[in-house]
């Protein structure tokens, strides 16, 4: 058992704190580009968005799959290795598959768009390595900048990394919903449970159009 007292832990939180705002903040002037084309690809898909991933990235394309959906972009999340283990006869060439990887390392996901862009459908790589197996395998390239030193600790626990390719995804979510036009009001409309389902404000009054534009 540590003894490190209160201070000394909180000093710790405090760096942490700092180094995951400091790596999201390296986004900011970096990633727009790719923000744009990702979601313009999107919307010109006629068919779902797929997101895949392993790991923590799964996790995090799990959440994308999620987010894309509430702000109007049809998606769904499969796990790399459901996919590889059958679930890929359930992509069609009419679906976008938008891939999770921070090294390009995952063999699972190296392997999955291989077999995807085989089967003539696209697939976009979100990761910090744009040279690895994983990315060149895949049909198109979304790179983030890379997690600096200690902000992933030993560079393998997912931290900083995580809040950035959630932060990216985020800004691919509202950007797409800017461009499909899709409002607020259709937001509270597709979701009546929680909080949400209660902002008859919003259903009441004109469409609110996507906050900050």
């Given at each position: 058992m540590s003894k490190l007292d209160d201070a000394a832990l909180q000093r710790l939180a405090h760096t942490v704190l700092v180094r995951e705002a400091s790596g999201l903040s390296t986004l900011a002037d970096t990633v727009e580009p790719s923000v744009v084309r990702v979601a313009r690809a999107m919307v010109d898909t006629t068919g779902k968005v797929i997101t895949t991933g392993s790991g923590t990235s799964g996790i995090m394309a799990e959440r994308m799959a999620h987010l894309l959906s509430v702000c109007g972009t049809p998606s769904l999340y499969l796990p790399?290795?459901?996919?590889?283990?059958?679930?890929?006869?359930?992509?069609?060439?009419?679906?976008?598959?938008?891939a999770i990887?921070?090294?390009?390392?995952?063999?699972?996901?190296?392997?999955?768009?291989?077999?995807?862009?085989?089967?003539?459908?696209?697939?976009?790589?979100?990761?910090?390595?744009?040279?690895?197996?994983?990315?060149?395998?895949?049909?198109?390239?979304?790179?983030?900048?890379?997690?600096?030193?200690?902000?992933?600790?030993?560079?393998?626990?997912?931290?900083?990394?995580?809040?950035?390719?959630?932060?990216?995804?985020?800004?691919?979510?509202v950007v797409a919903m800017a461009l499909t036009g899709h409002t607020l009001h259709d937001v509270v409309d597709s979701h009546p449970a929680g909080g949400v389902g209660t902002r008859v404000d919003v259903l009441a009054g004109s469409d609110a159009p996507v906050v900050g534009l």
């Open positions: 790399a290795m459901d996919a590889l283990h059958g679930g890929m006869a359930a992509i069609s060439t009419d679906d976008l598959v938008l990887s921070k090294t390009g390392r995952s063999t699972e996901l190296t392997q999955l768009t291989s077999r995807l862009v085989a089967r003539g459908i696209r697939v976009i790589a979100v990761t910090e390595a744009a040279d690895s197996p994983f990315a060149q395998a895949a049909t198109d390239v979304a790179v983030l900048p890379a997690t600096a030193p200690d902000a992933d600790p030993g560079n393998m626990i997912a931290l900083a990394s995580t809040l950035a390719v959630g932060a990216w995804g985020d800004a691919v979510s």
